[in-house]
T-cell receptor
Framework: EPEVTQTPSHQVTQMGQEVILRCVPI?????FYWYRQILGQKVEFLVSFYNNEISEKSEIFDDQFSVERPDGSNFTLKIRSTKLEDSAMYFC?????????????FGDGTRLSIL | DQQVKQNSPSLSVQEGRISILNCDYT??????FLWYKKYPAEGPTFLIS?????DKNEDGRFTVFLNKSAKHLSLHIVPSQPGDSAVYFC?????????????FGQGTTLQVKP
């Protein structure tokens, strides 16, 4: 069964450094998402991406964050200058978006640790 | 933001019995509700969904019930198996969002004892 893959599984970064989290969504899917889960808290929506542009973003997704689909397969989340509070699990998801309602499928996440 | 709430952080049931996981929501504009299962070190895995125009959806051992007047949904697992032990997340998709973003509850940890 096709799946969403995320790399790396764990990223350790010094505060203030830039970090890029990578995702390969399911190949025929049209909608792409990033969520995060801070330890002990809910899974929170960050951003959705459709037709090569951001379609919706949350209040969390400020100017420090950006997303990109640099080619036909990868979908990346960049955090420009990381802060301690960015430490979390980051999940990528994708959704078909055709033929009626389709659920989102999630990757296994990247654990981001900011030191 | 408490739009989707799972009030029970944990649930323990005996193998073979029914597991009932509950979820409450506040936004009457949600148009789809979903349940996801999550094992440690893995991402959420889709289980079952229900449209806001339905009151029940069944898929094998999993049934989701929606009570719109009470703004409540529940997931029934019958019979429960030890492999069902995981964290279960309720999620909702706002009708006002054309991107299908999900709003999650806090999760309920289910333990099924052999």
């Amino acid at each position: 069964e096709p799946e969403v893959t995320q790399t790396p599984s764990h990223q350790v970064t010094q505060m203030g450094q830039e970090v890029i989290l990578r995702c390969v969504p399911i190949s025929n899917h049209l909608y792409f998402y990033w969520y995060r889960q801070i330890l002990g808290q809910k899974v929170e929506f960050l951003v959705s991406f459709y037709n090569n542009e951001i379609s919706e973003k949350s209040e969390i997704f400020d100017d420090q964050f950006s997303v990109e689909r640099p080619d036909g397969s990868n979908f990346t989340l960049k955090i420009r200058s990381t802060k301690l509070e960015d430490s979390a699990m980051y999940f990528c998801a994708s959704r078909d978006g055709t033929g009626g309602y389709q659920p989102q499928h999630f990757g296994d996440g990247t654990r981001l640790s900011i030191l | 933001d408490q739009q989707v709430k799972q009030n029970s952080p944990s649930l323990s049931v005996q193998e073979g019995r029914i597991s009932i996981l509950n979820c409450d929501y506040t936004n009457s504009m949600f148009d789809y509700f979903l349940w996801y299962k999550k094992y440690p070190a893995e991402g959420p895995t889709f289980l079952i969904s229900i449209s806001s125009i339905k009151d029940k959806n069944e898929d094998g051992r999993f049934t989701v019930f929606l009570n719109k007047s009470a703004k409540h949904l529940s997931l029934h697992i019958v019979p429960s198996q030890p492999g069902d032990s995981a964290v279960y997340f309720c999620a909702a998709s706002p009708g006002s969002s054309n991107t299908g973003k999900l709003i999650f509850g806090q999760g309920t940890t289910l333990q099924v004892k052999p």
